[in-house]
T-cell receptor, first 115, second 112 residues
Framework: NAGVTQTPKFRILKIGQSMTLQCTQD?????MYWYRQDPGMGLKLIYY???????DKGEVPNGYNVSRSTTEDFPLRLELAAPSQTSVYFC??????????????FGNGTRLTVT | KNEVEQSPQNLTAQEGEFITINCSYS?????LHWLQQHPGGGIVSLFM?????KKHGRLIATINIQEKHSSLHITASHPRDSAVYIC??????????????WGAGTKLIIKP
């Protein structure tokens, strides 16, 4: 299994541009998450999904959109990029929430700079 | 006050030393995660536990629900253990509670 695959690894955007961060997992996990990590800070949840067709806002959803058309894919869309969105973005997945043997699996991250 | 507090923030030790990283939380939880973030940025889940103790190789995680405290221990530490160790908790038992509360991390450096 490849696990959780994120692309791209790095990206520089100009203010006002838009882009999609791709995330795919091959573990048949129901739950998928998008986090951002600012320098020296902990992870903050942007959006999450509990299954195909179901998404919901996390702690910091403004400026982002997601979709979950399949179990495998959970892309994150940035519209009108702003410097405040400069961060490292992590996609994660897990089989369940209540299953205590179900850890989080993370992608390698996307380092985004908005200038 | 943060709901999840880790200590110490930074820890430097010599190779071979026994390492303890602490995590205290102020909310009722259903599960606690320990994760490792490598210097390159990748995040790996180490443990997910709701009671007792778990062991994997040289890593041991314990949790005391009554005291709202968890510890991560590393035996026979090695320079490759150098990383940021993160504690995160899922509060409550509701199925709708998908959010984790994250600690700020403990940066561990093991010197050869």
């Amino acid at each position: 299994n490849a696990g959780v695959t994120q692309t791209p690894k790095f990206r520089i955007l100009k203010i006002g541009q838009s882009m999609t961060l791709q995330c795919t997992q091959d573990m048949n996990h129901n739950y998928m998450y998008w986090y951002r990590q600012d320098p020296g800070m902990g992870l903050k949840l942007i959006y999450y999904s509990v299954g195909a067709g179901i998404t919901d806002k996390g702690e910091v959803p403004n400026g982002y959109n997601v979709s979950r058309s399949t179990t495998e894919d959970f892309p994150l869309r940035l519209e009108l990029a702003a410097p405040s969105q400069t961060s490292v973005y992590f996609c994660a997945s897990s089989y369940g929430v209540r299953d205590h043997n179900s850890p989080l699996h993370f992608g390698n991250g996307t380092r985004l700079t908005v200038t | 006050k943060n709901e999840v507090e880790q200590s110490p923030q930074n820890l430097t030790a010599q190779e071979g030393e026994f390492i303890t990283i602490n995590c205290s939380y102020s909310v009722g939880i259903s599960a606690l995660h320990w994760l490792q973030q490598h210097p390159g940025g990748g995040i790996v889940s180490l443990f997910m536990l709701s009671s007792g103790k778990k062991k994997h190789g040289r890593l041991i995680a314990t949790i005391n629900i009554q005291e709202k405290h968890s510890s991560l221990h590393i035996t026979a530490s090695h320079p490759r253990d150098s990383a940021v160790y993160i504690c995160a908790v899922r509060s409550g038992w509701m199925d709708s509670n998908y959010q984790l509360i994250w600690g700020a991390g403990t940066k561990l450096i093991i010197k050869p």
